[in-house]
């Protein structure tokens, strides 16, 4: 079988979204014979807020084999200043904002998830004692894509970059109009993606716009491969039945997110009903306090179900438990399809975005012919009665579904 080494800062049980990618290359790589060893850093599997994912775990390092994959669990590592400036707010008022501009001149970003500390020593180690095939390097963060040369330098292996977020997924706005402050930090950044991608082999990313910003760094090949959904979790579970009509939202949501249609239109959509028989939920919203107030301050609690991050499979049985799924797309931003999407697809249930995106999502949703796009409150309080009147008739509520589209995902 062929050999790759796969270096992800995010992997189970971490429950971040941006696990799952690199999961399912572990349990299904073995099906095109290959046989991964994942390089990742320790989790505990209950991180749920930011301060949790961003916290040091010293635990030993732990390798677990499979017959599909072996991983190896290394203690996190971050610079000892970023944590003395953390610890002391008259030091933090002083010296931080410098410490992060110095950092960042230096190609250091988001020292806070280190993965060129966490994996450097290993990573030669690895390619010192073991012959590999390829290399992928899985970002984010940023900053693990900085092992790249050292790679480069230690193994004749192919490389493959793989990206799922850019630095700056706002540059992707149409116009984009960053601050004197980003456009300082969107060429800092620029300038160290060439260093780090100038003898890449392959670049991966997870949507359309992302290869023309890629383009910009390397002359590399770069293929789109999509997120997908976990279809052998999904063959586990089963709905469970409601007395009541859930519509749900899965997943974080974003300041930069309009939620005025979402949260207006639930508000005037309740309104003549009684919650006895409808139940709102947003799972993982707790994670972003700024989003969380206002979903608690706009909505009334008897018809309010929101929590932190849960784990993968609660999420899914979330997905899988709901009548209506919900997103509000990024109006006005290019490519950004959340993970979450083919999830809501995959699940069968009705899938409706408010607003639309004008963009991928819209067409995602369109295609797969699992429901809708509201643009506006009337749109979004018609749609969601008419589907609540489905309910009350049949118990349930119906798309057309084009399953053979939901077979491109997995």
């Excluded at 073995?30 to 989790?43: D, V």
């Excluded at 997908?228 to 409601?242: H, I, L, N, P, Q």
């Amino acid at each position: 079988m062929l050999r790759v080494l796969v270096i992800s800062y995010y992997f189970p049980p971490c429950t971040g979204a941006p696990s799952w990618r690199q999961f399912s290359w572990a349990e299904n790589f073995s099906k095109h014979g290959i046989k991964p060893f994942i390089l990742t850093r320790n989790w505990n599997g209950d991180e749920s807020t930011w301060d949790d994912f961003i916290k040091e775990n010293k635990t030993p390092p732990q390798l677990k084999k499979s017959e599909q994959y072996d991983v190896l669990y290394l203690p996190s590592k971050t610079y000892r200043l970023n944590q003395w400036i953390q610890q002391s707010k008259w030091l933090a008022k002083i010296c931080g904002n410098i410490d992060f501009f110095g950092l960042g001149v230096l190609g250091r970003f988001n020292t806070e998830v280190d993965g060129w500390l966490t994996f450097k020593n290993q990573v030669i180690e690895q390619l010192k004692e073991n012959s590999y095939d390829a290399v992928v390097v899985s970002s984010p963060p940023s900053n693990i894509l900085e092992l790249i040369p050292v790679i480069k330098k230690h193994s004749e292996a192919v490389v493959v970059a793989d990206i799922r977020d850019l630095w700056n997924n706002m540059m992707l706005s149409v116009p984009y109009h960053p601050s004197v402050k980003q456009k300082l930090w969107d060429l800092c950044y620029s300038s160290y993606y060439k260093k780090w991608l100038k003898n890449v082999d392959l670049v991966t990313v997870i949507v359309e716009p992302f290869v023309s910003v890629m383009h910009r760094f390397t002359k590399a090949p770069v293929h789109i491969v999509y997120n997908g959904y976990e279809s052998k979790m999904f063959a586990s579970m089963r709905k469970e039945r409601s007395t009541k009509f859930v519509f749900s939202i899965i997943g974080s949501l974003y300041p930069q997110q309009d939620l005025s249609i979402l949260l207006d239109g639930l508000n005037e959509f309740i309104a003549d009903k009684s919650s006895d028989l409808v139940n709102i939920r947003f799972i993982g919203a707790t994670s972003l306090p700024e989003v969380s107030n206002k979903i608690v301050k706009s909505l009334p609690a008897e018809y309010l179900h929101i929590s932190g991050r849960v784990s993968k499979s609660e999420a899914l049985q979330e997905t899988l438990n709901a009548h209506v799924l919900s997103y509000s797309g990024w109006k006005g931003v290019r490519g950004i399809i959340s993970t979450k999407a083919f999830d809501y697809i995959a699940s069968g249930n009705y899938v409706l975005i408010a607003p639309g995106d004008d963009d991928a999502l819209d067409a995602l949703v369109k295609e797969s012919k699992c429901g809708s796009t509201a643009n506006s409150t009337q749109e979004f309080v018609d749609t969601l009665n008419e589907l609540y009147a489905t309910w009350l008739k049949y118990g349930d509520v119906f798309v057309e579904g084009d399953q053979e589209r939901f077979l491109l995902f997995p």
